[in-house]
């Protein structure tokens, strides 16, 4: 086996403060492991080569001449490995970067810094240890030393680097990959150093030497539980002010709090590592997917060889944002209102956000990741789990019969830790892609899910097709191999076939032909409303209406005509009376006609039925005596052509429904007597709805649909939803004196892949912005 399959990458840039990356020997390979009660070594099995052969073999694999290690570099015992081996750590004081190895990797490390040139090196190694690696072993480790920049390379004295044409030049292929999945991954988390803050740390440190104290422990820990208890009585009063963090004042002060906590969680780091003598690297300021967190470079917690140290490290953030939460809830919870309280309920709202949604997940490489991995003494967690994770699906795929990637008891708690970790990160870019799509930039959102979808899906896919096609030779049985690889390409097809996928359209259910009766003038009722249910003809009267002002008016109007009349007939029709008499008579008329359009007006005040149905809906406000507005709702008749849905639509799913006329779709309702209706689709239109005929839809009713205000003072949907009518031919004995605006769901059913949803998902973004 090669010796790159030994060794893991660890990147430690995370806000934790362990900066820097560490190569890890893959234990039970080349380390010394106990089995069947004797210690072994499995390079020991090997054929020892002849000392020329292995001089010659590593000459011609090695990508770069070897022009010696680094004087710089620093060997040092490093932390028992997880099954009480030893390890060291070769330190990088330049990069600060850190590389844990095993026992044959330290002994040639130390033969590489005392001896001048690889064969003397390579001599040394074999007179004074028992190993006995191969060939293949040696040059795989000076090619990642020279991979690493841990060698001079001729490019560092000016020469030009040449193409290696050996089969170790693979690793320039690795590089590139590396790149490519850098450059599509590294805008996810980029530093920028702002302070080199060691000799501060360490004029501080006996300032708050006293924080860390056991009596001072005990106070928080008290004030802690004081104040989780108290905020428990009150816990209807804190939520409630948590709806503040919704006002652009709540929001602005939740962000300054949080930086504060931010602070004192970098400089808790800072301050436990310079407590166990070590230097802290730099502070400053990180973009963790364009958003600035604080963090603190203390790579060189690496040295100590005590994990509980370094557990103690990791945890100094958690410990401190716990402590500031517990004592800020005591102190809002016995501050009366006003500006103090208000202040510990943001700096108590950013503690434990920062430390139960960050800092806290064990999936993201943040503090808890840290303090499992030192807790489980399991270096490099999160490749080495990955890597178990892999080969328990190449164990499914292809009845994997090749080694295990190492020797652990923990192999299943792995392989599992790397199935979830994996599925989180998915589920992590997806958010980042969607959140970006919607709230900053289309284009730019459905440009990193494509980016996103090719670096952690496809492209690590295609790299275990063409592994496993490689080693085909560790195939197991040919039936379960095709059976599995069956099962497998059933699984991957169903991403790029139409499979059926269901969504719940709201809207109400309607009569076809009904009739919104309202108010023809304002008066007061003077009989009772019809009841519910009740079948009307048309013209039959429904109600009456009593205008006491039209009364009156008729009246006054009636008086001015007699008034009128009466002065006409005494006056003669010639002479100056005469053009007097003519002007009576044309006020006369104006008179009659307006006593004319008083009596219709009294007469429209007996509402009567349009159309031939039932009453479907009474304004239950009303009754008999009951004063009414102009245009006041009455009550509602429903003719007997049957009912259709008019459910809402948003423009994504409205394409969709075009053209798809006579679609089949099931009209639901939320109670269980109403049976399931089934619908035709009859057509869409293409204009957003503006009114409604209820307010049942919207979010402040319970419904589904956000609402927001419009300029007249009217509800209305926050987004443009448009109105798509399903005919309902059957109504399975469902009355037309029940439903009519009744809310309800259509159940439609689209048949789409994932890909092409993916696709076309990303295709709208970019169009949109008008970049294709």
Same mark, same amino acid.
């Given at each position: 086996?090669?010796?790159?399959?030994?060794?893991?990458?660890?990147?430690?840039?995370?806000?934790?403060?362990?900066?820097?990356?560490?190569?890890?020997?893959?234990?039970?390979?080349?380390?010394?492991?106990?089995?069947?009660?004797?210690?072994?070594?499995?390079?020991?099995?090997?054929?020892?080569?002849?000392?020329?052969?292995?001089?010659?073999?590593?000459?011609?694999?090695?990508?770069?001449?070897?022009?010696?290690?680094?004087?710089?570099?620093?060997?040092?015992?490093?932390?028992?490995?997880?099954?009480?081996?030893?390890?060291?750590?070769? =330190?990088?004081?330049?990069?600060?970067?850190?590389?844990?190895? $095993?026992?044959?990797?330290?002994?040639?490390?130390?033969?590489?810094?005392?001896?001048?040139? &690889?064969?003397?090196?390579?001599?040394?190694?074999?007179?004074?240890?028992?190993?006995?690696?191969?060939?293949?072993?040696?040059?795989?480790?000076?090619?990642? *030393?020279?991979?690493?920049?841990?060698?001079? *390379?001729?490019?560092?004295?000016?020469?030009?680097?040449?193409?290696?044409?050996?089969?170790?030049?693979?690793?320039?292929?690795?590089?590139?990959?590396?790149? +490519?999945?850098?450059?599509?991954?590294?805008?996810?988390?980029?530093?920028?150093?702002?302070?080199?803050?060691?000799?501060?740390?360490?004029?501080?440190?006996?300032?708050?030497?006293?924080?860390?104290?056991?009596?001072?422990?005990?106070?928080?820990?008290?004030?802690?539980?004081?104040? &989780?208890?108290?905020?428990?009585?009150?816990?209807?009063?804190?939520?409630?002010?948590?709806?503040? *963090?919704?006002?652009?004042?709540?929001?602005?002060?939740?962000?300054?709090?949080?930086?504060?906590?931010?602070?004192?969680?970098?400089?808790?780091?800072?301050?436990?590592?310079?407590?166990?003598?070590?230097?802290?690297?730099?502070?400053?300021?990180?973009?963790?997917?364009?958003?600035? %967190?604080?963090?603190?470079?203390?790579?060189?917690?690496?040295?100590?060889?005590?994990?509980?140290?370094?557990?103690?490290?990791?945890?100094?953030?958690?410990?401190? =944002?716990?402590?500031?939460?517990?004592?800020?809830?005591?102190?809002?919870?016995?501050?009366?209102?006003?500006? +103090?309280?208000?202040?510990?309920?943001?700096?108590?709202?950013?503690?434990?956000?920062?430390?139960?949604?960050?800092?806290?997940?064990?999936?993201?490489?943040?503090?808890?990741?840290?303090?499992?991995?030192?807790?489980?003494?399991?270096?490099?967690?999160?490749?080495?789990?990955?890597?178990?994770?892999?080969?328990?699906?190449?164990?499914?795929?292809?009845?994997?019969?090749?080694?295990?990637?190492?020797?652990?008891?923990?192999?299943?708690?792995?392989?599992?830790?790397?199935?979830?970790?994996?599925?989180?990160?998915?589920?992590?870019?997806?958010? +980042?892609? %969607?959140?970006?799509?919607?709230?900053?930039?289309?284009?730019?959102?459905?440009?990193?899910?494509?980016?996103?979808?090719?670096?952690?899906?496809?492209?690590?896919?295609?790299?275990?097709?063409?592994?496993?096609?490689?080693?085909?030779?560790?195939?197991?049985?040919?039936?379960?191999?095709?059976?599995?690889?069956?099962?497998?390409?059933?699984?991957?097809?169903?991403?790029?076939?139409?499979?059926?996928?269901?969504?719940?359209?709201?809207?109400?259910?309607?009569? !076809?032909?009904?009739?919104?009766?309202?108010?023809?003038?304002?008066?007061?009722?003077? $009989?009772?409303?019809?009841?519910?249910?009740?079948?009307?003809?048309? $013209?039959?009267?429904?109600?009456? +209406?009593?205008?006491?002002?039209?009364?009156?008016?008729?009246?006054?109007?009636? !008086?001015?005509?007699?008034?009128?009349?009466?002065?006409?007939?005494?006056?003669?029709?010639?002479?100056?009376?005469?053009?007097?008499?003519?002007?009576?008579?044309?006020?006369?008329?104006?008179?009659?006609?307006?006593? !004319?359009?008083?009596?219709?007006?009294?007469?429209?005040?007996?509402? $009567?039925?349009?159309?031939?149905?039932?009453?479907?809906?009474?304004?239950?406000?009303?009754?008999?005596?009951?004063?009414?507005?102009?245009?006041?709702?009455?009550?509602?008749?429903?003719?007997?052509?049957?009912?259709?849905?008019?459910?809402?639509?948003?423009?994504?799913?409205?394409?969709?429904?075009?053209?798809?006329?006579?679609?089949?779709?099931?009209?639901?309702?939320?109670?269980? =007597?109403?049976?399931? *209706?089934?619908?035709?689709?009859?057509?869409?239109?293409?204009?957003?709805?503006?009114?409604?005929?209820?307010?049942?839809?919207?979010?402040?009713?319970?419904?589904?649909?956000?609402?927001?205000?419009?300029?007249?003072?009217?509800?209305?949907?926050?987004?443009?939803?448009?109105?798509?009518?399903?005919?309902?031919?059957?109504?399975?004995?469902?009355?037309?004196?029940?439903?009519?605006?009744?809310?309800?769901?259509?159940?439609?059913?689209?048949?789409?892949?994932?890909?092409?949803?993916?696709?076309?998902?990303?295709?709208?973004?970019?169009?949109?912005?008008?970049?294709?």
């Amino acid at each position: 086996m090669k010796i790159s399959k030994l060794f893991e990458k660890i990147n430690i840039n995370a806000p934790k403060g362990q900066q820097g990356f560490c190569f890890l020997s893959g234990p039970g390979v080349l380390k010394w492991q106990k089995k069947k009660g004797r210690v072994t070594s499995m390079a020991m099995k090997r054929t020892p080569p002849s000392q020329t052969d292995i001089f010659k073999a590593v000459e011609k694999s090695l990508p770069h001449p070897w022009m010696g290690l680094r004087p710089e570099l620093k060997l040092r015992r490093g932390a028992p490995g997880d099954d009480g081996s030893k390890t060291w750590l070769l =330190e990088d004081p330049l990069q600060g970067h850190y590389f844990e190895l $095993g026992e044959f990797e330290a002994a040639f490390s130390v033969c590489l810094m005392t001896e001048p040139d &690889i064969r003397s090196a390579v001599e040394k190694l074999m007179a004074k240890t028992p190993l006995k690696p191969s060939p293949a072993d040696i040059a795989g480790f000076l090619s990642l *030393l020279q991979k690493e920049r841990l060698a001079f *390379l001729p490019s560092d004295f000016g020469d030009p680097e040449k193409k290696d044409p050996s089969p170790a030049g693979a690793g320039v292929k690795t590089n590139r990959r590396r790149r +490519i999945l850098k450059a599509l991954t590294g805008y996810l988390f980029v530093k920028i150093p702002l302070a080199r803050p060691d000799a501060f740390i360490e004029k501080l440190l006996p300032w708050a030497a006293p924080l860390g104290s056991r009596p001072f422990l005990y106070v928080c820990a008290v004030l802690w539980v004081l104040g &989780i208890l108290f905020a428990f009585q009150d816990w209807e009063l804190y939520a409630h002010t948590a709806n503040h *963090l919704l006002t652009p004042l709540g929001a602005a002060a939740f962000v300054a709090a949080l930086s504060f906590v931010k602070i004192l969680h970098e400089l808790a780091h800072a301050l436990a590592a310079k407590s166990r003598g070590l230097f802290v690297r730099r502070m400053g300021v990180a973009l963790m997917v364009f958003m600035p %967190v604080f963090y603190c470079d203390v790579s060189d917690a690496w040295r100590l060889r005590s994990r509980r140290d370094r557990v103690v490290i990791a945890a100094a953030g958690v410990m401190t =944002e716990f402590a500031a939460a517990g004592v800020a809830l005591f102190f809002w919870s016995v501050s009366p209102e006003g500006a +103090i309280r208000s202040v510990m309920f943001y700096f108590s709202g950013a503690s434990l956000a920062s430390s139960l949604f960050t800092n806290l997940n064990p999936l993201m490489r943040f503090d808890a990741y840290y303090i499992l991995m030192d807790y489980l003494r399991v270096s490099n967690l999160r490749s080495r789990s990955r890597a178990f994770f892999l080969y328990y699906v190449r164990r499914v795929l292809v009845d994997w019969q090749g080694p295990e990637p190492e020797i652990h008891p923990r192999r299943k708690f792995l392989a599992a830790f790397g199935a979830f970790a994996l599925a989180y990160r998915l589920f992590i870019f997806t958010v +980042i892609s %969607v959140a970006v799509y919607h709230f900053v930039f289309k284009a730019l959102g459905a440009l990193l899910a494509l980016a996103q979808a090719f670096a952690i899906v496809l492209f690590p896919l295609a790299l275990e097709i063409r592994f496993l096609i490689q080693n085909r030779r560790f195939w197991g049985e040919k039936k379960k191999v095709l059976r599995s690889g069956a099962a497998a390409a059933a699984v991957l097809a169903l991403a790029a076939f139409p499979m059926p996928r269901t969504q719940k359209l709201p809207g109400f259910l309607m009569v !076809r032909d009904v009739a919104e009766i309202t108010a023809p003038d304002s008066g007061r009722i003077t $009989g009772p409303l019809p009841a519910l249910g009740k079948a009307v003809a048309p $013209g039959e009267t429904l109600l009456r +209406i009593q205008s006491r002002a039209l009364e009156l008016k008729r009246d006054r109007l009636m !008086r001015d005509f007699e008034k009128t009349r009466s002065v006409m007939e005494t006056m003669r029709a010639g002479g100056a009376e005469g053009g007097y008499r003519k002007w009576l008579a044309e006020e006369a008329k104006r008179i009659a006609a307006a006593v !004319r359009t008083a009596d219709e007006a009294l007469s429209q005040l007996r509402v $009567g039925s349009p159309i031939r149905g039932r009453v479907v809906r009474v304004n239950e406000t009303l009754g008999p005596g009951a004063y009414l507005f102009r245009s006041a709702f009455l009550m509602t008749v429903a003719g007997e052509s049957g009912h259709e849905a008019r459910v809402y639509a948003d423009e994504r799913t409205r394409q969709k429904l075009k053209g798809r006329r006579g679609a089949r779709a099931g009209i639901v309702f939320e109670d269980m =007597e109403t049976p399931t *209706l089934e619908g035709r689709l009859e057509r869409v239109l293409d204009f957003p709805a503006d009114s409604f005929v209820n307010l049942s839809l919207f979010d402040f009713a319970g419904g589904p649909m956000a609402s927001a205000p419009s300029p007249d003072g009217r509800a209305r949907p926050l987004k443009a939803f448009y109105p798509v009518i399903f005919s309902i031919p059957e109504s399975g004995g469902l009355s037309t004196a029940v439903g009519h605006g009744r809310p309800c769901f259509a159940r439609v059913t689209f048949w789409e892949s994932a890909l092409a949803s993916f696709l076309r998902w990303a295709w709208r973004g970019l169009a949109g912005e008008g970049m294709i």
